[in-house]
């Protein structure tokens, strides 16, 4: 029983570290202007260890007021968080300067737009060796409108489902007419709500295991 329950306790373990990883991966940020993380919200939080970055953002506004208030903290030291909103050949429309401070600190601006517009919100953080941590809060208020996150939808297989069908592999294998599914976020969100599932499933098994113990 007791081989048994660290089997299980180490099943859990690699489970959880797993659905980490994909969680770790569904928030990466990214540092290329041409490829910007598309906002699914209009609240954007983050933190630095006191080295170089730049991240970019993109989302679109709309015809009217985009407010933008951008607070920052470090746990001693002072120092600059640069944020700025950007068109997309990279000209400055809105720039946000901020001194980040161990009690924190808060600055606003805004920006009108007189039509639709992509627009890229560039963070960009110094090197600075005195900083050991950066956490930063920045909202988006007024005329955004950020993307609508994928919903995952899930579905039991039938007894038909799980079992092949060698005629039917064999047309599918040859069929090259058939379009290829390419939606990698529903693909990789639908993976991590699965294996939430499996750690959940686990973790009861271990519990039980210790009750009958």
Excluded: H, W
């Amino acid at each position: 029983m007791k081989n048994k329950l660290n089997t299980y306790a180490l099943n859990l373990i690699a489970l959880m570290i797993l659905s980490l990883t994909f969680i770790s991966s569904a928030q990466a940020q990214s540092a290329d202007m041409d490829n910007p993380t598309a906002l699914t919200s209009n609240i954007i939080e983050g933190e630095g260890d006191g080295k170089a970055e730049t991240v970019y953002y993109s989302f679109t506004a709309e015809k009217g007021n985009v407010k933008v208030t951008v607070d920052a903290k470090t746990d001693d030291r002072s120092t600059p968080l640069r944020v700025a909103l950007l068109d997309e050949d990279g000209k400055e429309l809105l720039p946000i300067y901020v001194v980040a401070k161990g009690s924190g600190q808060r600055e606003v601006g805004t920006k009108r737009f007189v039509r639709e517009t992509k627009v890229i919100l560039r963070i960009r953080m110094d090197d600075d060796k005195d900083v050991k941590l950066l956490t930063y809060k920045i909202k988006l208020d007024g005329a955004v409108k950020v993307e609508t996150p994928p919903i995952p939808t899930e579905t039991t297989p039938t007894t038909e489902q799980l079992t092949p069908n060698p005629s039917t592999e064999q047309t599918t294998s040859t069929d090259s007419s058939a379009a290829p599914i390419d939606d990698k976020a529903t693909k990789k969100t639908t993976l991590k709500n699965k294996i939430k599932k499996k750690v959940k499933k686990e973790a009861k098994k271990v519990v039980n295991d210790n009750l009958d113990n």
